[in-house]
């Protein structure tokens, strides 16, 4: 919805985490660990979104989660008990590290709401419909890993501001042969980053696809998503889909895609998760020699 100021679309406030999926993909490691908690190298997946968020500036996070998931609360909340010891034991550091992931409620604004069964995505976002506060909603899936540039999240959220879209939704380009296992918007025109597009298409066959621009884990979505996906049948997958619910806003509001500037790992994915890790290694000089030691390996198998 427009700012009474016409300065652009209303400030966005909420970034809705939903983190309440099985992670079947990921199984067995997931069978008692949630995918949001998978690490790369030494930090959570759902770490490296509260970041994101946190760059971002948004005032209240959201954590849309599943009762089996307790662990991903206690991770999310200050461990006073742990840093104690941590500072007895001398390690006053990595306590110090430990207080900056965490939340601090005195700053900052977390709710946990529950989906008590995984329905969708799109079902995950509406369970938070009563915790946003006003205006335009942010919602990252922690398993969409995006490193570099900095922040997926502020850098949707500041071309929200100026862009006249209501709803605007991460996007990179792919090859052909990938079009089929993703949503691909259809691109009508170009400013910048920021694409304005006319419709989506879920997983459209190379031929169909009317871009190469594939959606992924990252929205900015105008409030009326929440009228739109209540009453919402299910779609493909037998689950409540987010990108059904944008394709019926279309109607009445307008869509486009930011083009972000880092890269996206498909964390979900066994494949994504081991490139995100390398890349993630690969930044750090304390593995470089780790990297290089192993190269040779590799090669040698080929
Ligand atoms: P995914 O479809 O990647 O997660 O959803 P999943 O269903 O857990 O994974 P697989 O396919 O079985 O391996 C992307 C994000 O949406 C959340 C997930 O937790 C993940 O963070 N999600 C998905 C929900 O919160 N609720 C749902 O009903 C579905």
Known sequence: MPDPDNTGFAQ????IFPVAGMGTRFLPATKATPKELLPVLDRPLIQFAIDEARAAGVERMIFVSHPDKGAIERYVRADEDLCATLRERGKHKLAAELDD????????????VMQPEPLGLGHAVLCAAEDA?????????????????????AEMIEAYSFMNRAHLVATMEVADEDVSKYGILSVTG?????????????????????????VVGRYVLDASIFDDLRGLPPGAGG???LTDAIAKGLERVTLGGFRFSGQRYDCGSKPGMLQATLAYAAGQEEYRDVLNAFQPTLLAAE
Do not use: Y
């Open 190 to 214: 170009r400013n910048g980053p920021v694409l304005m597009a006319d419709g989506m298409v879920e997983k459209p066959a190379p031929e169909d696809a009317p871009s190469r621009q594939a």
């Open 239 to 241: 689950e409540i889909q």
């Open 12 to 15: 966005v406030r909420t970034a």
């Open 101 to 112: 992931h965490a939340i601090d409620p005195s700053q900052e604004d977390v709710r946990f």
């Open 133 to 153: 506060l006003p205006g335009p909603v942010a919602v990252i899936l922690p398993d969409d890993l995006i490193l570099g540039g900095r922040g997926a999240l």
